[in-house]
T-cell receptor, first 112, second 112 residues
Framework: RKEVEQDPGPFNVPEGATVAFNCTYSNSASQSFFWYRQDCRKEPKLLMSVYSSGNEDGRFTAQLNRASQYISLLIRDSKLSDSATYLCVVTAYGGATNKLIFGTGTLLAVQP | EPEVTQTPSHQVTQMGQEVILRCVPISNHLYFYWYRQILGQKVEFLVSFYNNEISEKSEIFDDQFSVERPDGSNFTLKIRSTKLEDSAMYFC??????????FGSGTQLSVL
């Protein structure tokens, strides 16, 4: 089983749509969880951390289910500028070094 | 806003040559990392560095790779004898403990 698994997409959605991405991780001892965004040939940028209680940042909502080892990201009212690859990221066990394990990413294309 | 700075943005080299990739992490960060991303693939961990020594390294980080923090600001990745398969985007990242990583804009390494 891959350490972090994501549906690669692409997800093609119209502007204004709501889209959800899912991610599973294999190491139950992982302690921190993030969603990063990566534009083509650019660096990953931190979108938001993911907490067990769920958290929201504007149009973005992240959820974590530790029992199922499952993370989600919901984007409401999609904008053209949301088009990017969304990376699910978890810390490896032994988090003292904060080593991050990346998923392969889910490509989102928001259409006008 | 403070940022991680990487130079050069592009590096072209001949197989077998040594290359040094340079990074200036965010000034108050304590943990430093190198990641790489081969075109079309996921972001892969290479090495983490804390308190002036390597804290963890991946299988990719073999004897051909080394890292240094020669002064209080720079963090370098050296590849001693480059191979064709070393061609990738190399990202430097830094963080305070417990926070998400912040990435530089990367160095695209092309080995011919």
């Amino acid at each position: 089983r891959k350490e972090v698994e994501q549906d690669p997409g692409p997800f093609n959605v119209p502007e204004g749509a709501t889209v959800a991405f899912n991610c599973t991780y294999s190491n139950s001892a992982s302690q921190s969880f993030f969603w990063y965004r990566q534009d083509c040939r650019k660096e990953p940028k931190l979108l938001m951390s993911v907490y067990s209680s769920g958290n929201e940042d504007g149009r973005f909502t992240a959820q974590l289910n530790r029992a199922s080892q499952y993370i989600s990201l919901l984007i409401r009212d999609s904008k053209l500028s949301d088009s990017a690859t969304y990376l699910c990221v978890v810390t490896a066990y032994g988090g003292a070094t904060n080593k991050l394990i990346f998923g392969t990413g889910t490509l989102l294309a928001v259409q006008p | 806003e403070p940022e991680v700075t990487q130079t050069p943005s592009h590096q072209v080299t001949q197989m077998g040559q040594e290359v040094i990739l340079r990074c200036v992490p965010i000034s108050n960060h304590l943990y430093f990392y190198w990641y790489r991303q081969i075109l079309g693939q996921k972001v892969e961990f290479l090495v983490s560095f804390y308190n002036n020594e390597i804290s963890e390294k991946s299988e990719i980080f073999d004897d051909q790779f080394s890292v240094e923090r020669p002064d209080g600001s720079n963090f370098t990745l050296k590849i001693r004898s480059t191979k064709l398969e070393d061609s990738a985007m190399y990202f430097c990242a830094s963080t305070l403990q417990g926070k998400g990583l912040f990435f530089g804009s990367g160095t695209q390494l092309s080995v011919l």
